[in-house]
């Protein structure tokens, strides 16, 4: 089964930007790379999705490798309200294989 | 406002007891699903339906059911025959053609 391995926890400061690693090295040639959060208790939120190139929106910037097998997701200055545990699902035919996340607190 | 709603946002029920959490959505997908989330745990997929009166089980239906008879609607119902219900149930929703599903709050589900 597709699969995607994630650091469980991280800090960043108020501010700085936050590099959210993701590896996929499972992933096939036409499966995109999505990244969500979920601050607690609430749903998941959609923040960016990519193929090949790198994606830039409001919310961050997603750099996929050449080989596709690994991603970042980058918040380029994290506030408090970003903390939050971010996903990058395994995206199979129209599922998604979610795993534990990264739990990103901002400090202040 | 377009979206998705799960009501109700807290729900108890004793054990032995059928319950079922609704999700509706006004985004005109046709494609929805069911996850649960246990704490410190990731999202794990239930039901999902592609369409209309069609729907499949994901990785962990033991112990629930689901209808798709309007398009906007998937109620789940959690059965006494699921062994731990207790959870965080969370419905999604995807327009055809796409990959990305967009999240409703969810409702945490407490049996006692």
């Known amino acids: 089964d597709a699969k995607t391995t994630q650091p469980p926890s991280m800090d960043c400061a108020e501010g700085r930007a936050a590099n959210l690693p993701c590896n996929h090295s499972t992933i096939s040639g036409n499966e995109y790379v999505y990244w969500y959060r979920q601050i607690h208790s609430q749903g998941p939120q959609y923040i960016i999705h990519g193929l090949k190139n790198n994606e830039t929106n409001e919310m961050a910037s997603l750099i996929i490798t050449e080989d596709r097998k690994s991603s970042t997701l980058i918040l380029p200055h994290a506030t408090l309200r970003d903390t939050a545990v971010y996903y990058c699902p395994a995206s199979g035919t129209y599922k998604y294989i979610f795993g534990t996340g990264t739990r990103l607190k901002v400090l202040a | 406002d377009g979206g998705i709603t799960q009501s109700p946002k807290y729900l108890f029920r004793k054990e032995g007891q059928n319950v079922t959490l609704s999700c509706e959505q006004n985004l005109n997908h046709d494609a929805m699903y069911w996850y649960r989330q246990d704490p410190g745990q990731g999202l794990r997929l239930i039901y999902y339906s592609q369409i209309v009166n069609d729907f499949q089980k994901g990785d962990i239906a033991e112990g629930y059911s689901v209808s798709r008879e309007k398009k906007e609607s998937f109620p789940l119902t959690v059965t006494s025959a699921q062994k731990n219900p207790t959870a965080f149930y969370l419905c999604?929703?995807?327009?055809?053609?796409?990959?990305?599903?967009?999240f409703g709050p969810g409702t945490r589900l407490t049996v006692l």
């Open positions: 999604a929703s995807r327009r055809q053609g796409e990959n990305t599903q967009y």
